[in-house]
């Protein structure tokens, strides 16, 4: 049943005056008991005037999620697909675009800088590893134990010599066994070495944290000087970062080297996987990219308009250099 919510002034006071006939019509005559009953039960006579109910929407079937970038890492390769590899995340993976004229689609057809899905990864970008998949087998039934006398086999010899170590790789080396990945590369090395030396996959030990006492709360006011303290003492701790980053760059452009530099129309950033990076304030977050759309999602408006601002000066030099 079609339901009209617009209809025209003449027909909506023409069906008043009939609903006001007809009701007249219909008390004329009646008892005081069956007027009372109409008047509490009027539905009977008021059912060729009342609109019905709309039907219940049905709910939409939610869209199906997203593959995960790990699936789309393992994927096999589709030759009707376009051919070139895309950074998915660290993982990489192949383009889901069609192919056009030739082997790519539109976008990857001039350039392609995560090389091909179907060749080796370009070994002088820094991959993510897959996580290996491991086969779960069923449990043997356990027989009768049996003393065996079991030689403990040395720790593992690591393939690379920590000297030969990248700066990232020497970081995500402290990292796993729970050591300071800061400093510079030789202060890495000096720091795994030691370490290596003690014992490889020792257990530290875990010391507990003492127990603080607990503290009376603080005013409103208290808190509030507290927290404009604390904001002067981030902001300091930012500069002093942002000074010892570029005095640390001068000194060993090596600790650096894996920073990436990322050009978006003719602006330059520092990029971080997907996430971009100021390139005078390297710590800011700005925005990350779309590998597919080759834009950048800004965090807020005011880093989009210091974009543009970064844009029209870099603009306006060059007009000047041109002029003389």
């Not at 134990?145 to 030689?151: D, G, K, L």
């Not at 507990?208 to 005013?219: C, F, I, S």
Request: proline share 6%; glycine share 4%; net charge negative.
């Amino acid at each position: 049943m079609v339901i009209v919510k617009n209809i025209s002034v003449e027909a909506h006071n023409a069906h008043i005056r009939d609903l006001f006939r007809d009701t007249l019509a219909r008390v004329d005559g009646l008892s005081q008991e069956d007027f009372e009953r109409l008047r509490d039960d009027p539905s009977e006579f008021l059912a060729g005037y009342l609109l019905p109910l709309p039907e219940k929407s049905v709910k939409r079937p939610k869209k199906a999620p997203k593959e995960d970038v790990i699936e789309r890492a393992r994927a096999a390769f589709k030759p009707e697909k376009c051919h070139a590899r895309i950074w998915n995340s660290g993982y990489g993976c192949q383009c889901s675009r069609k192919a056009g004229d030739g082997d790519f689609c539109k976008k990857h057809v001039v350039h392609h800088k995560w090389g091909l899905y179907n060749e080796p990864k370009p070994e002088d970008i820094q991959w993510k590893c897959l996580p290996v998949e491991v086969a779960v087998e069923e449990a043997p039934v356990e027989a009768a134990p049996v003393e065996v006398a079991v030689e403990v086999a040395p720790a593992p010899v690591e393939d690379m010599p920590i000297s030969k170590m990248k700066v990232a790789e020497l970081r995500e080396k402290l990292k796993e066994n729970g050591l300071s990945p800061k400093g510079k590369k030789k202060e890495l090395i000096e720091r795994l070495e030691e370490h290596m030396a003690a014992g490889v996959g020792l257990p530290r030990e875990v010391i507990p944290l003492e127990e603080k006492p607990k503290r009376k709360p603080r005013k409103k006011k208290e808190v509030k000087k507290k927290e404009e303290k604390d904001e002067e003492i981030i902001e300091k701790e930012a500069e002093q970062a942002v000074v010892e980053r570029f005095a640390q760059l001068e000194a060993d452009p090596e600790v650096y080297e894996e920073m990436e530099v990322y050009e978006y129309q003719d602006v330059e950033y520092y990029i971080d996987g997907d996430e971009i990076y100021d390139k005078l304030n390297p710590k800011r977050k700005v925005g990350t990219v779309d590998q597919d759309e080759d834009i950048i999602l800004w965090l807020s408006q005011e880093c989009e308009r210091e974009h543009e601002e970064k844009r029209g000066s870099q603009g306006d030099e060059t007009d000047v250099s041109d002029s003389e």
